[in-house]
């Protein structure tokens, strides 16, 4: 049997949602860091949380429902790179996105990690960033596997305010 037609109508309202967030095609630097200089906000380009040397945004193309990307405001595109003040914001960032997601969606998992460099499927390799994603057993529906689509029943506006609002108290990353 061939699946010749995929429709979900209302698919089109999420994808113009994303296509319209504004953020500059042109000027210096990463599209993390056009967006973050675009004056764009958090609720227009869906960041989550912001720290001193890091931030948390909601993946413009998600894998599932709630997946984070978190990075340092400065663009750098390997861990090296990285000061002394920024690796510990960024770990404890990523830790307190861990946290987000498991009160957001009650997860059976979650998934953190990173693409370093083109080559590792780093799709914005100038701009280091880990992705934190929850999952759930037998997630990967047919929808992946046969049609080669996710399917996504929450809007990039509606996870961000479950994660705002499930994000931990902040605390110090440096003290």
């Known amino acids: 049997m061939t699946l010749e037609r995929l429709w979900a109508g209302w698919r089109t309202a999420y994808v113009e949602s994303v296509a319209q967030a504004n953020v500059p095609k042109t000027g210096e630097g990463s599209i993390f860091t056009r967006l973050l200089a675009s004056g764009l906000s958090d609720d227009e380009v869906h960041i989550v949380w912001r720290g001193e040397l890091c931030f948390a945004i909601l ?5 599932t429902n709630g997946h984070l990307l978190v990075m340092p405001y400065r663009e750098v595109a390997e861990l090296a790179e990285l000061t002394a003040a920024e690796h510990v914001e960024l770990w404890a960032t990523v830790t307190a ?13 979650i998934n953190v990690g990173m693409n370093l460099g083109r080559a590792a499927g780093a799709g914005v390799p100038t701009h280091l960033h880990t992705h934190v994603m929850p999952r759930w057993a037998g997630d990967t529906n047919f929808m992946t596997s046969v049609a080669g689509a996710r399917v996504l029943p929450e809007s990039l ?19």
């Open 97 to 109: 996105a861990t946290v987000a997601i498991r009160a957001a969606y009650r997860p059976d998992g």
């Open 157 to 175: 506006p509606a996870s961000a305010s479950k994660l705002r609002a499930a994000w931990p108290v902040p605390s110090s990353p440096h003290g």
């Open 59 to 63: 993946n413009a193309y998600p894998y």
